[in-house]
Protein backbone atom coordinates (compact mmCIF):
# COMPACT_ATOMS: atom_id res chain seq x y z
CA UNK A 1 0.00 0.00 0.00
CA UNK A 2 1.35 3.44 -0.86
CA UNK A 3 1.98 5.94 1.88
CA UNK A 4 0.55 9.27 0.36
CA UNK A 5 -0.75 11.34 3.54
CA UNK A 6 -1.07 14.56 1.00
CA UNK A 7 -2.80 13.26 -1.70
CA UNK A 8 -5.85 15.95 -0.22
CA UNK A 9 -4.13 19.03 -1.13
CA UNK A 10 -3.86 17.64 -4.94
CA UNK A 11 -7.63 17.83 -4.50
CA UNK A 12 -7.72 20.90 -3.37
CA UNK A 13 -5.57 22.52 -5.97
CA UNK A 14 -7.87 20.90 -8.47
CA UNK A 15 -10.61 22.66 -7.02
CA UNK A 16 -8.98 26.14 -6.94
CA UNK A 17 -7.61 25.48 -10.60
CA UNK A 18 -11.39 24.33 -11.43
CA UNK A 19 -12.98 27.56 -9.98
CA UNK A 20 -9.98 30.40 -11.45
CA UNK A 21 -8.80 30.99 -7.63
CA UNK A 22 -5.13 29.83 -7.98
CA UNK A 23 -3.05 32.15 -5.75
CA UNK A 24 0.71 32.28 -7.65
CA UNK A 25 3.73 34.32 -6.43
CA UNK A 26 5.22 36.65 -8.48
CA UNK A 27 8.44 37.96 -7.57
CA UNK A 28 9.45 41.65 -8.16
CA UNK A 29 12.53 43.33 -9.56
CA UNK A 30 14.20 46.01 -7.35
CA UNK A 31 13.18 48.96 -9.94
CA UNK A 32 10.30 48.65 -12.31
CA UNK A 33 8.92 50.58 -15.09
CA UNK A 34 5.64 49.94 -13.75
CA UNK A 35 3.54 52.85 -11.86
CA UNK A 36 2.58 50.99 -8.61
CA UNK A 37 -1.01 51.45 -7.57
CA UNK A 38 -1.21 47.96 -6.14
CA UNK A 39 0.78 48.49 -2.65
CA UNK A 40 -0.09 49.99 0.51
CA UNK A 41 2.92 52.84 0.30
CA UNK A 42 0.03 55.63 0.76
CA UNK A 43 2.81 58.41 1.52
CA UNK A 44 5.54 57.31 -0.78
CA UNK A 45 7.85 56.72 2.00
CA UNK A 46 9.26 53.46 1.35
CA UNK A 47 11.51 54.39 -1.00
CA UNK A 48 12.29 58.02 0.31
CA UNK A 49 16.28 58.56 1.22
CA UNK A 50 16.02 59.72 4.51
CA UNK A 51 13.78 56.38 5.40
CA UNK A 52 15.95 54.06 3.44
CA UNK A 53 19.10 55.51 5.18
CA UNK A 54 17.61 55.43 8.98
CA UNK A 55 17.13 51.86 8.06
CA UNK A 56 20.84 51.14 6.99
CA UNK A 57 22.16 53.16 9.58
CA UNK A 58 20.09 51.02 12.29
CA UNK A 59 21.55 48.11 10.87
CA UNK A 60 25.09 49.39 10.83
CA UNK A 61 24.46 50.06 14.78
CA UNK A 62 22.83 47.37 16.17
CA UNK A 63 22.87 44.59 13.17
CA UNK A 64 20.62 42.88 11.20
CA UNK A 65 18.12 41.17 13.53
CA UNK A 66 16.90 41.87 17.04
CA UNK A 67 18.99 38.48 18.34
CA UNK A 68 15.39 37.84 20.39
CA UNK A 69 12.28 38.04 21.98
CA UNK A 70 11.57 41.59 23.19
CA UNK A 71 11.44 40.28 26.86
CA UNK A 72 15.09 38.99 26.63
CA UNK A 73 17.26 41.07 23.95
CA UNK A 74 15.19 41.92 21.47
CA UNK A 75 14.27 45.13 22.70
CA UNK A 76 16.63 48.22 21.62
CA UNK A 77 16.42 51.90 23.02
CA UNK A 78 15.40 52.11 18.79
CA UNK A 79 12.00 50.25 19.88
CA UNK A 80 11.47 52.44 23.21
CA UNK A 81 11.66 55.03 21.36
CA UNK A 82 9.45 54.54 18.45
CA UNK A 83 6.56 53.56 21.19
CA UNK A 84 7.64 56.70 23.07
CA UNK A 85 7.14 58.09 19.08
CA UNK A 86 4.09 56.70 18.12
CA UNK A 87 2.20 56.89 21.47
CA UNK A 88 2.27 60.81 21.26
CA UNK A 89 1.99 61.43 17.84
CA UNK A 90 -1.77 59.27 18.10
CA UNK A 91 -2.70 60.87 20.97
CA UNK A 92 -2.67 57.43 23.59
CA UNK A 93 -0.65 56.82 26.89
CA UNK A 94 1.56 53.77 25.78
CA UNK A 95 2.63 52.08 22.76
CA UNK A 96 4.21 48.20 22.49
CA UNK A 97 5.37 47.38 18.70
CA UNK A 98 5.30 43.72 17.34
CA UNK A 99 6.86 42.13 14.35
CA UNK A 100 4.03 42.81 11.82
CA UNK A 101 0.60 44.39 12.69
CA UNK A 102 -0.85 40.82 11.99
CA UNK A 103 0.94 39.90 15.36
CA UNK A 104 -0.38 42.87 16.86
CA UNK A 105 -4.15 42.71 16.19
CA UNK A 106 -3.78 38.54 18.09
CA UNK A 107 -2.04 39.82 21.07
CA UNK A 108 -4.00 42.35 21.28
CA UNK A 109 -7.87 40.44 21.22
CA UNK A 110 -6.16 37.23 23.01
CA UNK A 111 -4.78 39.10 25.82
CA UNK A 112 -7.63 41.14 26.89
CA UNK A 113 -10.23 38.39 25.91
CA UNK A 114 -10.00 35.07 27.18
CA UNK A 115 -12.97 32.14 27.68
CA UNK A 116 -15.74 34.04 29.69
CA UNK A 117 -15.53 37.33 27.71
CA UNK A 118 -17.72 38.18 24.25
CA UNK A 119 -15.71 39.87 21.19
CA UNK A 120 -18.34 41.44 18.59
CA UNK A 121 -16.74 41.72 15.48
CA UNK A 122 -17.46 43.55 12.10
CA UNK A 123 -18.35 40.87 9.36
CA UNK A 124 -15.84 43.03 7.04
CA UNK A 125 -12.53 42.69 9.50
CA UNK A 126 -9.09 41.84 8.39
CA UNK A 127 -8.40 37.94 8.33
CA UNK A 128 -5.83 39.33 11.55
CA UNK A 129 -8.88 39.92 13.20
CA UNK A 130 -10.74 36.77 12.38
CA UNK A 131 -7.94 34.90 13.66
CA UNK A 132 -7.01 36.75 16.79
CA UNK A 133 -11.01 35.79 17.64
CA UNK A 134 -10.44 32.56 17.08
CA UNK A 135 -7.48 31.96 19.24
CA UNK A 136 -8.47 34.17 21.92
CA UNK A 137 -11.14 31.09 23.40
CA UNK A 138 -14.00 33.90 23.49
CA UNK A 139 -17.15 33.96 22.14
CA UNK A 140 -17.25 35.77 19.29
CA UNK A 141 -20.19 37.53 17.55
CA UNK A 142 -20.13 38.42 13.95
CA UNK A 143 -22.46 41.24 13.27
CA UNK A 144 -23.13 42.95 9.83
CA UNK A 145 -20.78 45.70 8.26
CA UNK A 146 -21.04 49.18 9.92
CA UNK A 147 -23.98 47.98 11.89
CA UNK A 148 -23.45 49.68 15.24
CA UNK A 149 -27.14 49.09 16.78
CA UNK A 150 -26.22 45.45 15.68
CA UNK A 151 -22.78 45.89 17.83
CA UNK A 152 -25.12 47.26 20.75
CA UNK A 153 -27.60 43.86 20.88
CA UNK A 154 -24.98 41.80 20.85
CA UNK A 155 -23.53 43.73 23.81
CA UNK A 156 -26.49 43.97 25.79
CA UNK A 157 -26.99 39.99 25.83
CA UNK A 158 -23.69 39.27 27.11
CA UNK A 159 -22.63 39.98 30.94
CA UNK A 160 -19.12 40.06 31.67
CA UNK A 161 -15.69 41.37 29.96
CA UNK A 162 -16.64 42.36 26.10
CA UNK A 163 -14.70 44.04 23.58
CA UNK A 164 -16.28 45.32 20.22
CA UNK A 165 -13.18 45.52 16.92
CA UNK A 166 -13.33 46.39 14.22
CA UNK A 167 -10.75 48.15 11.36
CA UNK A 168 -11.19 51.91 11.47
CA UNK A 169 -10.86 51.97 7.54
CA UNK A 170 -11.58 48.82 5.41
CA UNK A 171 -9.36 46.97 3.44
CA UNK A 172 -11.00 45.81 0.53
CA UNK A 173 -13.38 48.58 -0.36
CA UNK A 174 -11.83 52.00 1.54
CA UNK A 175 -14.95 52.58 3.56
CA UNK A 176 -14.51 53.84 7.38
CA UNK A 177 -16.41 52.23 10.65
CA UNK A 178 -18.74 54.55 12.42
CA UNK A 179 -16.12 54.72 15.06
CA UNK A 180 -18.46 57.17 17.35
CA UNK A 181 -21.41 55.86 17.18
CA UNK A 182 -19.10 52.35 17.92
CA UNK A 183 -18.14 54.58 20.78
CA UNK A 184 -20.87 55.63 22.49
CA UNK A 185 -22.70 52.20 22.30
CA UNK A 186 -19.43 50.63 24.12
CA UNK A 187 -19.31 52.96 26.56
CA UNK A 188 -23.16 52.49 27.37
CA UNK A 189 -22.76 48.20 27.71
CA UNK A 190 -19.09 48.95 29.23
CA UNK A 191 -17.03 47.46 26.89
CA UNK A 192 -13.26 48.12 25.60
CA UNK A 193 -13.63 49.19 21.61
CA UNK A 194 -10.62 47.74 19.59
CA UNK A 195 -9.65 49.11 16.41
CA UNK A 196 -7.59 48.32 13.82
CA UNK A 197 -5.93 51.35 12.46
CA UNK A 198 -3.55 50.25 9.69
CA UNK A 199 -4.92 52.21 6.69
CA UNK A 200 -6.12 55.02 9.01
CA UNK A 201 -2.51 55.90 10.29
CA UNK A 202 -1.06 58.66 7.95
CA UNK A 203 -3.82 59.36 6.09
CA UNK A 204 -6.92 60.53 8.24
CA UNK A 205 -6.64 62.53 10.68
CA UNK A 206 -4.89 66.02 11.46
CA UNK A 207 -1.35 65.18 10.14
CA UNK A 208 -2.45 61.42 9.46
CA UNK A 209 -2.54 61.02 12.94
CA UNK A 210 -5.38 58.35 12.60
CA UNK A 211 -8.78 57.67 12.41
CA UNK A 212 -8.99 57.54 16.26
CA UNK A 213 -7.62 61.43 16.34
CA UNK A 214 -9.93 62.15 13.97
CA UNK A 215 -13.37 61.22 15.44
CA UNK A 216 -11.96 62.90 18.69
CA UNK A 217 -11.76 59.51 20.26
CA UNK A 218 -8.00 58.62 20.88
CA UNK A 219 -6.61 57.90 24.20
CA UNK A 220 -10.13 57.40 25.63
CA UNK A 221 -9.80 55.27 28.86
CA UNK A 222 -11.75 52.17 26.73
CA UNK A 223 -10.00 52.31 23.48
CA UNK A 224 -7.09 50.40 22.21
CA UNK A 225 -5.45 50.69 18.57
CA UNK A 226 -3.96 48.56 16.36
CA UNK A 227 -1.54 49.97 13.41
CA UNK A 228 1.26 48.71 10.87
CA UNK A 229 4.13 50.22 10.25
CA UNK A 230 4.04 48.58 6.94
CA UNK A 231 1.54 50.80 4.85
CA UNK A 232 2.28 54.68 5.65
CA UNK A 233 5.70 54.59 7.15
CA UNK A 234 6.79 52.48 4.62
CA UNK A 235 8.67 50.00 7.01
CA UNK A 236 7.46 46.75 8.28
CA UNK A 237 6.00 46.15 12.09
CA UNK A 238 3.04 46.57 13.93
CA UNK A 239 1.73 48.00 17.61
CA UNK A 240 -1.21 48.51 19.82
CA UNK A 241 -1.84 51.58 21.65
CA UNK A 242 -4.07 52.31 24.69
CA UNK A 243 -3.69 52.80 28.60
CA UNK A 244 -0.61 52.21 30.13
CA UNK A 245 -1.59 49.38 32.11
CA UNK A 246 -3.47 47.92 28.64
CA UNK A 247 0.13 48.44 27.65
CA UNK A 248 1.50 46.54 30.56
CA UNK A 249 -0.63 44.07 30.60
CA UNK A 250 0.21 42.78 26.82
CA UNK A 251 3.85 42.80 27.93
CA UNK A 252 3.12 40.31 30.52
CA UNK A 253 0.65 38.02 28.52
CA UNK A 254 0.88 38.61 25.28
CA UNK A 255 2.05 35.53 23.47
CA UNK A 256 2.76 36.82 20.12
CA UNK A 257 5.19 39.81 21.93
CA UNK A 258 6.43 37.39 24.85
CA UNK A 259 7.73 34.15 22.48
CA UNK A 260 8.61 36.04 18.91
CA UNK A 261 11.61 37.87 17.60
CA UNK A 262 11.51 41.51 18.22
CA UNK A 263 11.02 43.50 15.40
CA UNK A 264 14.45 44.10 13.21
CA UNK A 265 16.38 47.52 13.96
CA UNK A 266 16.25 48.43 10.50
CA UNK A 267 12.05 48.52 10.78
CA UNK A 268 12.42 50.16 13.61
CA UNK A 269 14.87 53.01 12.62
CA UNK A 270 12.79 53.15 9.08
CA UNK A 271 9.57 53.64 11.18
CA UNK A 272 10.70 56.22 13.15
CA UNK A 273 11.89 58.13 10.78
CA UNK A 274 8.96 58.12 8.26
CA UNK A 275 7.18 59.22 11.42
CA UNK A 276 9.16 62.16 11.88
CA UNK A 277 8.97 62.80 7.76
CA UNK A 278 5.04 63.19 8.57
CA UNK A 279 5.29 65.00 10.92
CA UNK A 280 7.80 67.40 8.75
CA UNK A 281 5.39 67.20 5.88
CA UNK A 282 1.67 66.80 7.71
CA UNK A 283 0.39 68.00 4.13
CA UNK A 284 0.77 64.16 2.69
CA UNK A 285 -1.86 63.05 4.32
CA UNK A 286 -4.46 65.01 2.50
CA UNK A 287 -2.46 64.71 -0.37
CA UNK A 288 -3.18 61.48 0.06
CA UNK A 289 -7.15 61.89 0.54
CA UNK A 290 -7.22 63.91 -2.62
CA UNK A 291 -5.60 61.56 -5.18
CA UNK A 292 -7.85 59.40 -3.58
CA UNK A 293 -11.09 61.05 -3.90
CA UNK A 294 -9.66 62.20 -7.93
CA UNK A 295 -9.25 58.55 -8.87
CA UNK A 296 -12.80 57.70 -7.57
CA UNK A 297 -14.43 60.79 -9.57
CA UNK A 298 -12.87 60.32 -12.84
CA UNK A 299 -13.18 56.13 -13.10
CA UNK A 300 -17.04 56.58 -12.02
CA UNK A 301 -17.11 59.53 -14.57
CA UNK A 302 -16.27 57.01 -16.84
CA UNK A 303 -19.32 54.60 -16.16
CA UNK A 304 -17.54 52.14 -14.06
CA UNK A 305 -18.22 51.48 -10.19
CA UNK A 306 -16.00 52.50 -7.54
CA UNK A 307 -16.55 52.61 -3.39
CA UNK A 308 -16.32 56.45 -2.68
CA UNK A 309 -13.10 55.99 -0.61
CA UNK A 310 -13.01 57.46 2.98
CA UNK A 311 -9.27 56.93 2.93
CA UNK A 312 -6.70 56.40 0.57
CA UNK A 313 -8.04 52.85 -0.95
CA UNK A 314 -10.32 53.05 -4.31
CA UNK A 315 -12.01 49.63 -5.18
CA UNK A 316 -13.31 49.22 -8.67
CA UNK A 317 -15.86 46.45 -9.26
CA UNK A 318 -15.37 43.97 -11.80
CA UNK A 319 -17.97 40.98 -12.97
CA UNK A 320 -16.80 38.18 -12.48
CA UNK A 321 -13.33 36.52 -11.05
CA UNK A 322 -11.96 35.56 -13.90
CA UNK A 323 -12.55 39.22 -15.53
CA UNK A 324 -11.05 40.77 -12.16
CA UNK A 325 -7.88 38.95 -13.25
CA UNK A 326 -8.10 39.81 -17.02
CA UNK A 327 -8.25 42.89 -15.87
CA UNK A 328 -5.24 43.14 -13.48
CA UNK A 329 -3.74 41.15 -16.11
CA UNK A 330 -4.17 43.82 -19.11
CA UNK A 331 -3.61 47.09 -16.54
CA UNK A 332 -0.25 45.58 -15.79
CA UNK A 333 0.76 44.34 -18.99
CA UNK A 334 -0.21 48.24 -20.16
CA UNK A 335 2.55 49.44 -17.19
CA UNK A 336 0.29 50.17 -13.94
CA UNK A 337 0.06 47.58 -10.92
CA UNK A 338 -3.34 47.24 -9.45
CA UNK A 339 -4.49 45.21 -6.14
CA UNK A 340 -7.10 42.39 -8.05
CA UNK A 341 -9.24 41.31 -4.65
CA UNK A 342 -11.44 38.14 -5.57
CA UNK A 343 -13.30 35.24 -3.24
CA UNK A 344 -12.52 34.16 -0.50
CA UNK A 345 -10.20 37.18 -0.28
CA UNK A 346 -13.57 39.42 -0.34
CA UNK A 347 -16.23 39.32 2.07
CA UNK A 348 -19.16 40.02 -0.13
CA UNK A 349 -17.99 37.79 -2.74
CA UNK A 350 -17.66 40.88 -5.23
CA UNK A 351 -14.39 40.86 -7.53
CA UNK A 352 -12.53 43.89 -7.38
CA UNK A 353 -9.73 46.48 -8.40
CA UNK A 354 -7.98 47.60 -5.49
CA UNK A 355 -6.53 50.75 -6.25
CA UNK A 356 -3.93 52.50 -3.67
CA UNK A 357 -3.78 56.24 -4.13
CA UNK A 358 -0.60 57.62 -2.70
CA UNK A 359 0.37 60.74 -2.00
CA UNK A 360 3.21 61.39 -4.63
CA UNK A 361 1.28 60.79 -7.20
CA UNK A 362 1.80 62.97 -10.28
CA UNK A 363 -0.87 64.05 -12.35
CA UNK A 364 0.42 62.62 -15.30
CA UNK A 365 0.62 59.32 -13.04
CA UNK A 366 -2.98 59.65 -12.08
CA UNK A 367 -3.98 60.41 -15.71
CA UNK A 368 -2.06 57.97 -17.27
CA UNK A 369 -3.55 55.44 -14.06
CA UNK A 370 -7.31 55.98 -15.11
CA UNK A 371 -6.95 56.05 -18.91
CA UNK A 372 -5.25 52.54 -18.45
CA UNK A 373 -7.74 50.72 -16.12
CA UNK A 374 -11.10 52.41 -18.01
CA UNK A 375 -9.62 51.49 -21.15
CA UNK A 376 -8.64 47.83 -20.37
CA UNK A 377 -12.08 47.53 -18.61
CA UNK A 378 -14.14 44.01 -19.37
CA UNK A 379 -17.30 44.51 -21.11
CA UNK A 380 -19.88 44.49 -18.70
CA UNK A 381 -18.10 45.98 -16.17
CA UNK A 382 -20.84 49.23 -15.86
CA UNK A 383 -23.70 47.01 -15.37
CA UNK A 384 -22.40 43.62 -13.45
CA UNK A 385 -20.88 46.46 -10.62
CA UNK A 386 -23.68 48.46 -10.67
CA UNK A 387 -26.11 45.04 -10.18
CA UNK A 388 -22.87 44.57 -6.99
CA UNK A 389 -23.47 47.98 -5.69
CA UNK A 390 -26.50 47.08 -3.78
CA UNK A 391 -23.96 44.88 -1.41
CA UNK A 392 -23.90 45.83 2.08
CA UNK A 393 -20.02 46.81 1.50
CA UNK A 394 -21.06 48.73 -1.67
CA UNK A 395 -23.26 50.96 0.29
CA UNK A 396 -20.88 52.81 2.84
Same mark, same amino acid.
Given at each position: ?8 I ?19 ? $????? =??L ?6 ? !? ?8 A ?5 R??? *? ?15 A ?14 ? !???? $?????? =? ?15 ? #? ?10 ? =? ?28 ? /????V ?14 D ?6 ? #??L??D ?14 LA ?15 L ?8 ? *? ?13 S??? +? ?14 S ?13 G ?6 A ?15 P ?17 W ?9 A /??? +? ?21 A ?23 A??? $? ?5
Amino acid at each position: MSYAPFDWIDDEARRRTDAGLVRTLRPRA $SRTDL =LDLASNDYLG !LTRHPEVTSAAAEAAREWG *AGATGSRLVTGTTTLHARLERELAEFCGFEAA !LVFS $SGYAAN =LAALTALTGHDALIVSD #AGNHASIVDGCR =LSRAATAVVPHADPEAVRKALLAHTGRAVA /VTDSVFSVDGDAAPLALLADVCEDAGA #ALLVDDAHGLGVLGDGGRGALAAAGLAGGPGIVATLTLSKSLGSQGG *AVLGPAGVIAHLVNSART +FIFDTGLAPAAVGAASCALTLLRREPERAGRARAVAAELHGRLTAAGLTAVRPDAAVVSVRAPSAESAVRWAAECRAAGLA /VGC +FRPPSVPDGVSRLRLTARADLTAAQIEFAVATIVGSAPRGSVEAADAAAG $SPAAAQ
